[in-house]
């Protein structure tokens, strides 16, 4: 889990109406779900947005052992005292903040029940081991994230979750769009970002055959970053994307054909 209040903006391109979208569901009080691939900017989209509205924003990385206590607290032993320490969902309504649940379909199922009752007319958060009932102040926003493209039978949003909240597709953006952000990210100039960004439509072309996700905007930020503290392209494009992409040498080698290919 990780809270952070922003003094400045962290870079964010907008490719679309999605800022004006999540401005509304936060003055009206709407749930927003996020839905694309790993590594698209969803992440970065809920900094950026935070930080415009000047609210605090709790993310929380959600994965198999994530309960719904982890979320709304419990009771520690401090200086031989039992005392109550609020959970990050639990402070967040507290303190009519941003709630981020970063791929919410890896949480265990009891957070569904606890989220639902603040995605309603109700919005209320139940703390059953204090008795106390939150009632989420204007300003409090839940957002959550998942990839459709990882949902299976035994980890799928379900639909009577899914139709709780506003949603947004995010895809990874147009070529120039990538090129200002990788660039813009890594500080190397947009003219040798530009092959990297070539070579990610490329390689995205290839999901769901030899590759199950094409490459994200994340690791060509990576591969950028090595290049511009002065790694061989070769080099960085092996840590950055091959790697990370597959462990199957024959996958790994047409990786390399198609590098080669690009960059001559």
Known sequence: MNVATRPTLP????????????EMAHDNGLPLLLKGPTGC???????YMAASLGKPLYTVACHDDLSAADLIGRYLLKGGETVWVDGPLTRAVREGGICYL??????RKDVTVVL???????????????????????????????????????KRLKPSTRQRFLSISFDFPDPETEIKVVSSESRLEAGRVAPLVRLAGHIRKLSGMDLEEGVSTRLLIYAATLMAGGMGVNAALEAAVIEPLSDEPDVQQSLRDLISTIYG
Do not use: W
Not at 11 to 22: A, V
Not at 130 to 140: D, H, I, Q, R, S
């Open 41 to 47: 900017g969803k992440t970065r989209f809920v900094e």
């Open 116 to 154: 639902h009752p603040l995605t309603d007319t109700r919005r209320t958060l139940m703390i059953d081991r204090t008795g106390e009932e939150l009632v989420a102040p204007k300003g409090f926003m839940l957002v959550a994230s998942y990839n459709p493209g990882y949902q299976n039978v035994l």
């Open 102 to 107: 970063d791929e919410v379909v890896e949480a």
């Open 11 to 22: 870079y964010y391109q907008p490719t679309g109406s999605e800022c004006g979208l999540f």
